[in-house]
């Protein structure tokens, strides 16, 4: 089922402060928001969260332009 495999990835979100993860489910669809306050999250904590994409080093910072680059060439949609 579906909807089970995305809430084993999902768990890994879980419990990370700094990191909100939620999965809204509809008849046909699943919508994954993730919002990450960098300010507060212990880059150590997500790097290795499989599915997590980084290119550099995130304790020195993150580039809006290249987290959207690097999320629409992995085939997500930015929603307006």
Same mark, same amino acid.
């Given at each position: =089922?579906? @909807? *089970?495999?995305? $809430?084993?990835? *999902?768990?890994? %979100?879980?419990?990370? =402060?700094?990191?909100? @993860? $939620?999965?809204? %489910? #509809?008849?046909?669809? *699943?919508? @994954?928001?993730?919002?990450? =306050? %960098?300010? $507060?999250? =212990? *880059?150590? $904590? ?18 809006l332009e290249q987290s959207v680059k690097l999320l629409e060439?992995? #085939?997500?949609?930015?929603? @307006?």
């Open positions: =089922d579906a @909807e *089970a495999a995305l $809430k084993m990835a *999902a768990d890994q %979100y879980q419990g990370i =402060d700094g990191l909100e @993860e $939620k999965i809204e %489910y #509809g008849k046909d669809s *699943a919508t @994954e928001t993730v919002t990450i =306050d %960098y300010d $507060k999250v =212990d *880059a150590s $904590k997500i790097k290795n969260i499989p599915g997590f994409t980084t290119s550099g080093d995130i304790d020195k910072g993150v580039s060439q992995s #085939g997500f949609k930015k929603v @307006e």
